[in-house]
């Protein structure tokens, strides 16, 4: 490959080497994971090559047997049973295939304003998910926060609130892990969250919000982006936090009142709302996935914030959430939840 350029990081102890002829694609990684070392000596437990496709290239062969898994917007995300690949295709700007056996991800990038951004945000994201998925490390689509040690996780599809909420807690003093995306751990006490702290997703109706980001300071809008970045240090005095201990399970729902109202969720139910954070794609990994979502509702306690306007007083409920929230031991009798069936 041609005047490609080398990106590696540490992840939470996996080493990630990225490789790319793309300029664009190779500095959106490199925003999303500046906060990551170089990793030691050691070779690369990861590995993606993305490069842009020649003219007249051929789109990615998809096995005809390869069964959705999840939908994109303008695209989808297919698994091959038979190889145990993962195929990913975004319209017409970006294909990817990722083998999880080998930890590595090959993508193409199709002559398109979009193409970049395509690759870096959810193409490598779900790309990057599903390889450490069979690591160890299982993704939650959540933003994380903390007190000290203590998490907060704010879990929940686009759209519900995450990043407002993320934004009221961060400019209140909460230590900052990532307003999107999360990793879990399990550990033998304990589900332990590992952050990513990348830049802040933020729509224009958030930004009226809080008067500090009206002047444009700390967030750009890149071809394709729908939000604007938020570089959340640029704005505030920010206190990052890597690794914590989830107390608090938040999933928001954009209220109906000015006023924020906290509701108690069974965690029951509230592995329901976050259960489709698992892509059904192997067997064995994805039950271990689901298992270690089923032990996080456990852990601590899980609430249902319909949020208001109230924006100021949001951080004071959620702190006498946290403080009400008191760790909860797993038994030896913990039963794991079954990954539900394959339509």
Not at 190 to 199: I, Q, S
Request: with cysteine; charged share 20%.
């Amino acid at each position: 490959m041609s005047a490609a350029t080398t990106f590696r990081f540490d992840f939470h102890g996996v080493s990630i080497h990225v490789e790319s002829d793309d300029a664009a694609l190779i500095g959106l990684l490199r925003g999303r994971f500046r906060r990551f070392p170089p990793p030691g000596a050691s070779a690369p437990m990861l590995r993606f090559v993305l490069q842009r496709a020649k003219a007249g290239m051929k789109r990615m062969e998809i096995p005809a047997a390869a069964r959705p898994v999840y939908d994109l917007t303008d695209g989808t995300v297919l698994y091959d049973d038979a190889s145990g690949r993962i195929y990913l295709r975004h319209g017409r700007s970006v294909d990817m295939s990722v083998d999880p056996a080998s930890g590595t991800a090959h993508g193409w990038l199709i002559q398109h304003p979009e193409a970049a951004w395509i690759a870096s945000r959810p193409l490598f994201t779900i790309a990057l998910l599903e390889l450490l998925k069979r690591r160890g490390l299982f993704g939650l689509h959540a933003a994380l926060l903390a007190r000290g040690s203590d998490g907060i996780l704010v879990a929940g599809s686009s759209g519900a609130g995450k990043s407002t909420l993320a934004l009221c807690l961060l400019r209140a003093g909460y230590r900052f892990g990532g307003d999107d995306m999360c990793f879990l751990d399990p550990a033998v006490n304990a589900v332990c969250a590992r952050a990513l702290p990348d830049e802040i997703d933020v729509a224009e109706s958030t930004m009226k919000f809080f008067p500090e980001l009206a002047n444009g300071s700390g967030h750009t809008r890149p071809p394709g982006a729908r939000k604007w970045l938020l570089t959340p240090e640029d704005v505030y005095p920010v206190d990052f936090v890597q690794r914590c201990t989830p107390r608090l399970l938040l999933l928001p729902q954009i209220g109906e009142h000015a006023i924020t109202v906290a509701e108690p969720v069974l965690p029951a139910d509230a592995l329901l709302d976050i259960v489709p954070n698992v892509l059904l794609t192997d067997a064995r990994a994805s039950q271990a996935h689901l298992d270690v979502l089923a032990m996080l509702t456990t852990q601590g306690r899980c609430w249902r914030l319909r949020t208001g306007r109230d924006f100021d007083r949001i951080p004071r409920v959620v702190a006498e959430l946290l403080q009400q929230s008191m760790p909860v031991a797993r038994s030896h009798g913990h039963t794991p939840a079954a990954v539900p069936a394959r339509h």
